[in-house]
């Protein structure tokens, strides 16, 4: 594996196959992938419950933001997204001192910040795609496949901008930007491995 790569970062739009490229990259380079793993670990660092994690992981709205905002002016009260938040980077630097995967938490960013060398990677796809493994994946509960959709994009657009100030999705931001839904999850693994080993 190329050193100059040891941590790579995936970011995704919702539905554009994240989780699935992380998962057979790490395979393919015998490193591991952390997606869910953030949830354990962060309830250790961070004293809150897994189930709080989940809920309020990268997904943020305006609401609650500037609730967050307007109560943070008070000293005795922190916001659980900037709790959960903080404990997330921890766990994102503790297992970037290892080669990995790493996917979503604004990781490009944060390991960009603290130094640390990494190959960022942003997955998108079109909308026809993204509702098909969205169907697939099955999380949108009695909401309109496409609304939830677009809520989860529009969620984690804000936690992004909300800990990075920064607009997702920019490609200045990646070394690769790769269209899931054009190309195929099986090539865009496929391509990245070839850069990566």
């Known amino acids: ?57 990268e997904d943020i709205s305006y609401t609650t933001r500037l609730v967050d905002r307007i109560l943070n002016n008070s000293s005795s009260y922190t916001s659980s997204h900037d ?46 795609h993204r509702l098909k493994r969205a169907a697939e994946l099955n999380e949108n509960g009695n909401m309109d496949l496409e609304k939830y959709v677009l809520k989860r994009d529009h969620q984690r657009d804000i936690y992004y901008k909300t800990y990075t100030g920064r607009q997702p999705g920019r490609f200045e931001d990646y070394d690769i930007c790769l269209n899931t839904g054009a190309i195929g999850i099986d090539k865009c693994v496929e391509m990245l491995y070839d850069i990566l080993k």
């Open 1 to 57: 594996m190329n050193p100059n790569f040891r941590v790579i970062t995936i970011s995704r739009q919702y539905g554009a196959g994240g989780r699935s490229v992380a998962r057979a990259l790490s395979e393919k380079l015998g490193i591991p992938f952390y997606d869910k793993d953030f949830v354990r670990s962060t309830a250790k660092k961070s004293g809150f419950s897994e189930e709080d994690i989940w809920r309020e992981g």
């Open 83 to 128: 709790a959960i938040f903080d404990a997330q980077v921890k766990t994102l630097l503790e297992f970037a001192e290892e080669p990995c995967i790493i996917v979503g938490r604004c990781s490009n960013v944060i390991l960009n910040a603290a130094n640390i060398p990494s190959f960022d990677v942003f997955l998108y796809a079109d909308m026809e």
